[in-house]
């Protein structure tokens, strides 16, 4: 590693952390010449093979600019998106792939968006996914209300019949 300051060729490294979650190390480096000290980032490169075929480099921010477009009038945040992006660029790394589908990394932002937002995620999937009648939509919502009361039952369903609102009656 080339000094930034002097050119030495070398340097000496005086202390390495892993940062970002776990996905950079930054390394703190020191010139054997000049004596003075700079910090490094290193990654791992993870390429994205586009539908056209062309390969690009992975890009959290053309996630949050995708996702970002869905998420227009939803209550959803800068940071939200953020954490979002990061869970993405996880889930996609994980796979141990230096190079993966764009189509994979559309797959990737579903789950972690409907957490996220229903509204955003049926956005954001009707234009992945291609939606092209209100039968796309439908059975996508159906889906949404299928795991919902999947959720509730598992949860004890406190909002039906002999739920939340009997309680509160027999109590009186």
Known sequence: MYCPYCRYPD???VDSRTTDDG????????CPD???????????SLNVIKRSGVVAPFSREKIINGVRKACQGRPVTDSDLAVLAQRVEETVR????????ANDI???ILQPLRELDEVAY??????????????DFEAAITLLR?????????????NGPGGA??????AE
């Open 34 to 44: 000049c004596g003075r000290r700079f910090s490094t980032t290193e990654t791992a």
């Open 106 to 108: 559309g797959l990737a």
């Open 11 to 13: 340097s000496r490294v």
């Open 165 to 170: 609102a009997g309680s509160k009656a027999s």
């Open 146 to 158: 299928v795991e919902h009361d999947t959720a509730a039952g598992a949860a004890g369903g406190s």
């Open 23 to 30: 996905v950079a190390i930054r390394r703190r480096r020191q």
């Open 94 to 101: 994980s796979t141990g792939a230096a190079q993966v589908e």
């Open 122 to 135: 049926l956005r954001f999937a009707s234009v992945y996914q291609a939606f092209d009648s209100l039968d």
